[in-house]
Structure formats: C-alpha cells, structure tokens
C-alpha cells in the first residue's frame, strides 16, 4: 500500500528512541581557550557532551557535520561575531538552540543576538549559577518544544492516516447530522452510486435508499435517535444517480450497511450528534447467493422449479388451501415415447425437445400456476387456485392441445404427446407428497391405456397401483430365483394333419400367488427395463428346447416367440439372437419372431432395419395380431415379415352367420404377398372350417391345445392333438 504523504508519519528526530535518552550535545564557541576548557566542568551533568571552537569560521566547520542541542556562543570573535553563525543557522533551518555570552555593555548587542534567533543572552562576566541556569533553563525548554513539535508531528501523521484510510476505503463511509443528512462521505460514493460528494452533502440520507426499504432503514435510524439502539447491521438497497447508469445496469446496489449513533458528553450529560454509516457493497455477494440459490431450486435444463421447489409450493398451496377451505390441483405429466427422442436422435436433441415443450407447457398456465421439471421426462403443474376439480380437466385439455402442432427438432419434425395424471385436494390427498404421488398414479394408468391423454385419480387405481408397485418389487430376481417357466402351444396344420410348430409362451410362476401370465408382468418388465434380461432367456430357453426335440427326431419343427418392440431398441439385438440361434445349432428358417404391430409402428426405420437383417440371415418374422393395430401395407413393404398371425379378435367372430371383410382381407393380402398365415385363438370346430374354406391351413388355439409345459407339449409331437383326428 503506499500512502500519499509529503512526510513521514512518524517523527524521526525526537530527543529519545524506543525509550533511551540520547546525549545532550553543547557546543562552546569562545575566543578564550582557558573559558573553554573550564566552562564543561562547570556545566558538567550526566549525558552532556561537550565540543569547542574558537571561531567563526571553524564553528560553521563544525556545525556544517555536527549538530548540537546548544551552543554557547561568544560575541565577539576574532574572525566575526557571533551574530555570523546566527545567521548561518537561521538560513539553514538549523534547530540548535543558542545562548549568546557578550562582554558588551550595550543593550544592541543583546537585541540583536535575541532577534537573530539567541534564546538567551548572558553578559560576561557572569557567575557560575547564571550560566548554569541559563544552559538549564535553554535546554528545559527547547526539549519541551521539541517534544511538542514531535507531538504535532505525530498528531498530524495521524490525521493523515486516518483520513487516507477512510478516503481509500472501498466502503462508502458517512456521517449524520441528527436529522439524519450527509455530514460527512468518502470519495468511494462517487464511485458507487455515481453521486458526487457534493452533491449528497447536506442531504438526507433517505434520498438514496430504494423505496421498498425506507420504512425499515427509517424505523432503525429512528431507534438511534431515540437512543433506544446501540447501532445495527442491514442489507438494503441504495439508489444509484440515472444519469450515470449505462444500459442494462441496475439501478440499485445492494449493500450491507453497519451504523452506529454518535454522541458527545458534555457538562450536561451525553447526547447524539448524529451516525456513523459504513456501507460495503454486496451485490457480487448478493448475485452469487441468487445463482446458488437459482441452482438449488431450478431445473438447469428448463430453468423450471425442480422438485424442491415444487414440493415447498405446494406445501404452501396446501396449508393456504386448507385455511381458505379451497381447492387446488396437481397434474404430473410425462412426456410419451421420450427415450425413442433421446435414443434415435441424441441427448442434444432430446435436450431441446425438453425445452420447447416446458415452453410450450408454460404457456397453457396462469400466472401464480408452477410448472416443475421433476427430472428425465417428468412435469407437474401446480394449480394452487381452481374453483373446481373440472378446472384442471380445461386445463389438461389447453395441455394436450397445446402439443398438437409438431416441435421442430434438427433431425424433423416431432409431434410429442404426453400423459398426465391429475389429483385435486381435498379428495385425493391432504399433503403435498400424496397429491404428487397420487397424480403419478393417474398418470401411470393413462401410459397404460395408450398414453397421449388425462385422467384424474381414483381410489380403486390407487389400490392397482400398489399391486402394480409389488409385483415390481417381486418380479426383480424371478429370474434368478428361476421363477420363469416356458409353456408351449401348437401349432397344427390341417392338410398335415400334425404339430408343424410350437408358440413359446412365457410363464411366471411366483411362489406365493400361483402361475402369472405375460399380461400381467410384461409390460411392468418393460417398463422397468428389465425386459431384455428375460427376452434373452426366453429366447435361451425356446431354443434349448426347439435343440432337444430336433435331436428326438423332429427335425421340421417351427418355434415361434415373442419378442417386445423394447427388445428392438437393442443395437446388438440382431447379433444376439443369431449367436443363440447358432449355439443350439437351429436352422435359422426353424425360428420364427413375432413381433407386434405397434412396434412396427414406433420406429419405423430402425426396427425395419433390424427385421430386414434377421430375415436376410434366414430367420422367420411373423406379425402376431394382425389387423388390430394400424398396419397398412406399406408397412409390410417395410418390413419383409414371412408370417402374418390372424389375430383372434377376428376368429372369435367367425361363429357367427358372417365372415368379417377384414379377415378375408387379411387372407387376401397373405396369398397376394405370398406370406404363412397362422390363425390364432381358434376355439371351436365352426371356426377351423370357415378359416379353412378361407385358405388358412395352420391354426392355434384352446380348439387344439391350450399351452402347456415342455413334456406334455412334447406328447402332441408325438400323438397330435385329438381335434387333429
Ligand atoms: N414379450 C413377450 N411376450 C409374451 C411372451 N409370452 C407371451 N407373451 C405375450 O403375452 C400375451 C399373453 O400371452 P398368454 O397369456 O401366454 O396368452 C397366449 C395364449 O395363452 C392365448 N391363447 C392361445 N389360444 C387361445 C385361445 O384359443 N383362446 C384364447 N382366449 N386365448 C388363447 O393367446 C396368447 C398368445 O397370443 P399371441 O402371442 O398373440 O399368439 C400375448 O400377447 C403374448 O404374445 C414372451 O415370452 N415375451
């Protein structure tokens, strides 16, 4: 730090350092050698030391190396007079105080020497006590002033100091008058609000402090000037000058300030004079603690409330509802066929499709309504204010509708759904935590009823919901604990008359609620990803099996699986499944993959690749309920399956006195493609005989067979089922 001083704060030429007293030096100047030599012992105390000279000239000698702390100084000299070396050390500053010794009568003489700067005049002859106390009474004195000057030397060093530091201060200190105005400002206030000193002298302080935090400032500087407060420590915003601000700056600094009450005693007693105010910038700190806090409470994608924040807000919606008697809704909305984004076309992608749509989403809701990004592809909307439950139902719609038009990613165009679950306090849960879970619960079922909607919450799907929860729990390690059991269905031709392939059908045999069928659990395995661990040992197993009864001599036999479309998600699914198929040594043409027409229907282009490459290395593909979903025949242009599965929605109907159009469409569009046809769930004779007028010749079904395990499968290989007979 350097400090702007033209001098030293610190006298250097005091009479003592660090507490040692220095000598007292006396210099004699007489032309008389025996007065020199006897005067020192006249004078002679402790610490004095003493020089001599005889003349004028030899003096100056001696004072221009030496410096004295008196001199006894003859008039008369022989080469001037005394009043030469007055001069001289008048001209150069010199301190050395002088006692003038004159044998002259005349009372210029003395005049002359005082005014020339003589403390002191002594006439010779004079008396040994006369000189000693006037060398007493010169030195007593001249210490003095010295010490004085050392004072005022150090007291000014002070002032300046203090007043350097507080004029650098990088705090903006201040003063108050008793009513409260600028009695005193650094410099840094220029710099800080853009004011100049003058400008704020004089005036009240409360000019500068913001609107919203007057009543505050202006209660604590009353308390001071009540003398019912000691000082205090605040943050609050200071006013900077408009016309100094450049676009875009705040017109505020916030500020942490520290005032104290000044008061002065006097013979009356103490009284306030006025504050002392240090005022430090914070609004670096103040920024900082915003973003942190920013951060805690937002989601850094959407910059949407996170979950924390979500959970505070409705938390407080709630305890407001409750006062008011109110009612308030939560809608927990997941966005449909997310992964498909992030997977096919990237995280960046899947980033900006998430954005938009909080955007999007933003945009349906009212002020004092939050939007929460709990994290993936997870929203939920607090209604904190809904006259009725049916509000949320409009807003559910605004939502839904809100996403018809498609968001523009850089790969095309992507039209997002979502499903979103909807809960209403009172009726659906006094805490925030079961409004949320409860619309997660009403969200769930509408992703498992097509995805794409709203539903709102009821008792009797919160009781689904747990089962749901518990059949998760049991279904991780079922296959470890080998829970899993493969059943077989036939699948018989009729102009064979014989078993010409096997539907592997997967069974959960859970030890404590019986045999679960594939309905039930599949979809929950897939949900939970844990699908692609049982897919691959269905497919182990299917193959094992199809290996043993090749090896009993049933060499033609056909097994057919199914596969879910979230086994297509797999980029090394096709490698997979040809490496099993290899390692029990099945002829590719003997496995045949069933795949649904929703799959087929999610993405196109990737999954038709990888049906592409199972067929071209031999593998059949079969369409398992054909004609339910949404297949056209671009579709099976697309996907180069060789099987199509009547599905039994269809042949359930032919009892009936009519054949449905789309059945014989669909044995239309197998001869014309050149495709197997499979009729599934035949049940009774009347059926086999209208699919067989139609040209169907393989069929499965309870007619035949209803699945079973692998030995009693193994049995209608050998004996076919009776109906065959
Ligand atoms: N991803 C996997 N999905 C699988 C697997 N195993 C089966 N599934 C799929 O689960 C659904 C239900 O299957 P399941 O309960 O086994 O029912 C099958 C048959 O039991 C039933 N069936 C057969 N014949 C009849 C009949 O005459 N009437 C009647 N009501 N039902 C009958 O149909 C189901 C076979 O259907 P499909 O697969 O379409 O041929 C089902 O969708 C299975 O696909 C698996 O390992 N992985």
Known sequence: MVIPAEQPFFDTAASSRNGVELPCRILIVDDDAALRRTLPHVLAQAGRQFDECG?????????????????????????????AVLEWLAQHHREEAVIMISGEDAIDAAIGALRGGADDFVRKPYHVAQIQRAVQNVLHRTALERANRAMSQRLRASERLHRYLVESSPDVIFTLDVDGRFSYLNPRV???????????????????????DQDRIQALLQACRDGNSTGFNVELRLRRNR?????????FVTVALNGLPMNSRDRDGERGIGLYGVARDISERKRAEEII?????????TRLPNRVLFRDRLELAVAQAQRRSGTLAVMFIDVDRFKLVNDTYGHAEGDTLLRNLAERLNSTLRRGDTLARLGGDEFTVLLPDIGRAEDAETIARKILDALATPFALSAGEFRASVSVGISVYPRD????????KHADVAMYKVKRSGKNGFRFFDAELNAHHRQRVSLENDLHGALEREEFELYFQPQVSLAQRRVVGMEALLRWNHPLQGQIGPSTFVPVAEE??????????????????????????????RMSLNLSPHDFDHPDMVQEVLSIVDRYHIPPAHLELEITESMMMQDTEAAAAK??????????????DFGTGYSSLSYLQQFPVNCLKIDRSFVRELSGPMINPIISAITGIARGFGLHLIAEGVEQVEQVRVLRSLGCDTMQGYYFAHPAAATEAERWLITPPCALA
Not at 58 to 83: A, F, K, Q, V, W
Not at 206 to 211: D, E, R
Not at 293 to 301: C, E, S, V
């Open 429 to 436: 849960g006094s805490t925030a935590e079961d409004l949320t």
């Open 243 to 251: 016309h100094a601000l450049q676009d875009g700056e705040s017109t």
């Open 55 to 83: 003349a004028v000239g030899e003096t100056l000698d001696r004072l221009e190396r030496h410096s004295y702390d008196l001199i006894l100084l003859d008039y008369r000299l022989p080469d001037g007079n005394g009043l």
């Open 528 to 557: 939970t990803g844990m699908i692609g661990e049982i897919s691959r040992w269905v497919l182990h197993q299917a193959c094992r099996q199809l290996m043993k009864w090749r090896e009993a001599g049933h060499v033609d036999l």
């Open 190 to 212: 220029d710099e800080l609000l853009g004011f100049e000193r003058s400008q704020l002298l004089k005036r009240p302080f409360m000019l500068l402090v913001m609107p919203e």
């Open 611 to 624: 049906v592409r490459a199972l067929r071209a290395a031999g593998l059949g593909v079969a369409i398992d």
């Open 293 to 301: 806090t920013f951060q805690a409470y937002h989601d850094q994608l």
